[in-house]
């Protein structure tokens, strides 16, 4: 029988917060599968005497310290690259792991993980159930009923029809990774290493790169707490990533570069690549629709993506790009038509019968 072994990595990035990630850290401490490398990348430029001023049990763990801030505040995603190249390059484990220093996982995780990668072994990705957690509440929210197809996903399925379902948006929560990234096999991982974090630490994206050379696990027990909290690093990156189109630069990387993996690893590569584009162009379309609506005050039932005070990005005092999100509505007409239509039927809906609406991007 092939040992399964793990290397999971913490990335601690923007504030020190030890009341939180000393429960990311107690998670890979208990975790009940002991084949586990813990790695903890310090990628917030704080010198390592306050990383252990935490008083966190660190016995055993791998350190990996960056002296300076690896946040880039014009590239959403640059809090993962330099801490995940850095983890991927000193793990051990046959299967790879990350996540922040704000979530943590159910203590049977890896244990549940390992299960089912004996089971199944040309399986290359895995994935357990996520729920919020609130930690200043402590409260958790489950999956909500709504999205019961995480519940219904089968056990092991091919990586190519999750990548399908999910940028099909036929299956809008059918989400390969909300929060987390999956479980990956290493060595592929360092097959695409290059650019496996240059799109970004979270996978919606760069998940693509492995999951399409073989199948893909589920548990829907092994449960994973994906935090919330006041002051995350991540709502104040969100304003100027899409209100001066950050984002527009970040799609065209992700199709090139996922065509260009397709490219090489797929028979057949024309299918996806054009999965890819569709997806990306309808998010794009969605993105700066929300934009341009805060802008002309259209009112939150126009809007279907949840921005954290947006106008904020006032402040640095650059003026509404209208010219670069005017392109990007002229580049994909029918995108357009297609999601003024649904944003108009959802009001109307929500008007007439005051009940929330599904917001996803089909």
């Not at 990548?163 to 991982?189: A, C, E, M, R």
């Not at 996978?203 to 073989?214: K, T, W």
Request: proline share 4%.
């Amino acid at each position: 029988m092939v040992d399964i072994t793990f290397s999971a990595a913490i990335f601690i990035g923007g504030p020190t917060r030890p009341e939180i990630t000393s429960k990311s850290v107690t998670s890979l401490n208990n975790q009940t599968y002991s084949s586990l490398q813990k790695i903890l990348v310090n990628g917030s430029g704080y010198s390592l005497s306050i990383i252990n001023s935490l008083g966190l049990n660190l016995a055993g763990w791998e350190i990996v310290n960056f002296p300076v801030d690896t946040f880039v505040r014009s590239e959403v995603f640059s809090l993962h690259r330099w801490p995940g190249q850095a983890a991927l390059r000193i793990s051990t484990g046959n299967f790879f792991f990350t996540m922040n220093d704000d979530d943590f996982l159910e203590l049977d995780f890896f244990e549940r993980m390992a299960i089912l990668f004996r089971k199944y072994p040309h399986a290359v990705t895995g994935i357990g159930l996520p729920a919020s957690y609130f930690h200043e509440s402590k409260q958790i929210v489950h999956r909500k009923s709504r999205e019961n197809d995480w519940r219904t996903r089968p056990e092991c399925e091919s990586g190519l029809d999750l990548i399908k379902k999910h940028l099909s948006g036929k299956y809008p929560f059918y989400n390969p990774n909300p929060g987390f990234q999956f479980v990956s096999k290493t060595d592929l991982v360092r097959d695409v290493a290059d650019t496996f974090f240059s799109t970004g630490g979270f996978p919606e994206d760069s998940f693509v790169q492995v999951a399409m050379r073989g199948d893909t696990v589920f548990d829907k027990d092994a449960i994973m707490y994906w935090g919330r909290h006041k002051g995350q690093e991540h709502f104040d990156k969100t304003y100027d990533h899409y209100w001066y189109g950050i984002y527009r630069r970040m799609f065209d990387t992700y199709i090139n570069v996922n065509s260009e993996i397709a490219s090489r690893f797929l028979l057949n590569p024309a299918e996806l690549q054009k999965y890819l584009k569709n997806y990306h162009r309808k998010y794009l379309v969605s993105i700066t629709l929300d934009c341009i609506s805060l802008q002309l005050h259209l009112g939150a039932r126009f809007r279907r993506t949840k921005f954290y005070n947006p106008y904020a990005a006032k402040s640095s005092g650059m003026k509404f790009p209208w010219i670069l999100h005017l392109s990007s509505l002229l580049r994909n007409p029918l995108f357009v038509i297609q999601n003024i239509y649904l944003r108009l039927r959802d009001s109307i809906n929500y008007t007439r019968y005051g009940t929330a609406v599904s917001r996803n991007f089909d």
